[in-house]
């Protein structure tokens, strides 16, 4: 058996619903990344980049291309915002990430992006349906993941939110597609987003915004 075919095989049964391996894998690794960006530490980038491509596996096995390609994205941002930590020049003084909250031209291209970055990707779908079974909020999950890891890697507050509305969509989608352990996991991002948004917004409050850069974490 190889390690794909044992990845998407059934770990277990809990109330009626099949838990793969690569669900609960990668979904768990997703769950530490989150917490160690909540703490600022770089190690959130590999985790995640190892979350990304074990997910991948999962749905592109259960042919959600939106969410499979999210994880593409997941990995390639995840390259990118631990390069983007290490280099940081700006640093706080205790070593790490300096964090801030976008301005308003900022906050307004990120919502252009996810609007149009929606449009585009769930007409892709629509039009080539074998690409997924539910294409607008696959599209949707797709776009705002891409949208909330860029935000998380310039050090916006903003990205806390951005990961909220992504999980309004996500938790239905990945119970009606037989991923209850991601569905499961999205919840608790829920309750990890809020805190590390608080978090985030109070640490933001003694960061000078011509500071407020990408850092090293510890």
Not at 72 to 87: I, Y
Not at 164 to 182: H, K
Not at 203 to 212: D, E, G, I, K, L
Request: proline share 3%; no cysteine; glycine share 12%.
């Amino acid at each position: 058996m190889s390690a794909v075919t044992w990845l998407n095989s059934e770990a277990f049964t809990v109330v009626g619903q099949q838990i793969k391996w690569a669900d609960m894998i990668g979904n768990t690794a997703g769950l530490i990344a989150l917490a160690l960006g909540w703490r600022r530490s770089i190690w959130t980038w590999p985790i995640q980049l190892l979350s990304g491509a074990i997910l991948f596996t999962a749905f592109a096995a259960g042919h959600l291309s939106g969410s499979a390609g999210k994880q593409v994205v997941v990995v390639l941002v995840a390259a990118w915002g631990w390069l983007q930590w290490t280099r940081g020049r700006q640093q706080a003084q205790d070593g790490t990430l300096a964090v801030r909250f976008a301005t308003w031209r900022e906050r307004g291209a990120l919502l252009g992006a996810a609007a149009l970055g929606t449009l585009a990707v769930g007409g892709l779908f629509t039009a080539y349906p074998q690409l997924s079974w539910d294409p607008w909020p696959d599209a949707y999950v797709f776009v705002g993941t891409v949208v909330a890891m860029y935000a998380q890697a310039k050090g916006m507050v903003e990205f806390w939110f951005a990961w909220l509305l992504v999980d309004a969509v996500g938790v239905p989608l990945a119970f009606a597609n037989g991923y209850a352990f991601s569905g499961l996991v999205y919840v608790i991002y829920g309750a990890l987003v809020l805190w590390g948004a608080y978090d985030w917004y109070q640490r933001s409050r003694t960061t000078h915004p011509a500071t407020a850069l990408e850092g090293a974490a510890a």
